[in-house]
Nanobody, 118 residues
């Protein structure tokens, strides 16, 4: 099992950048594929990005390709989401998740709020 805590959310103007972090506890972090999801008000939670356990494979939602970058540091038990050129439609609560396959989620963090002003 793994516990996940997100940080780095906040208020940013459209076109700006934020870097989200997810700190994981547990000695098995490096065995999990890690993902970011988000939920905007009135919408269902959606997949944003995923990185394989080794960091060698990544996957992105079409809506964030070219703007967001997911990465991980297994030595620090952490996963990151660098978000550039943010748009108002990126505003949401962002969740970190650990899963057994790329893009899946078996364990969730509590979420961090991202607000983008136009």
């Amino acid at each position: 099992q793994v516990q996940l805590v997100e940080s780095g959310g906040g208020l940013v103007q459209a076109g700006g950048s934020l870097r989200l972090s997810c700190a994981a506890s547990g000695r098995t972090f490096s065995t999990y594929n890690m993902s970011w999801f988000r939920r905007a008000p009135g919408k269902e939670r959606e997949f944003v990005a995923a990185v394989s356990w080794s960091g060698g494979s990544t996957r992105y939602a079409d809506s964030v390709k070219g703007r967001f970058t997911i990465s991980r540091d297994n030595a620090k038990n952490a996963v990151y989401l660098q978000m550039n050129n943010l748009k108002p439609e990126d505003a949401a609560v962002y969740y970190c998740a650990a899963g057994y396959t790329l893009g899946s989620a078996a364990y969730w963090g509590q979420g961090t709020q991202v607000t983008v002003s136009s």
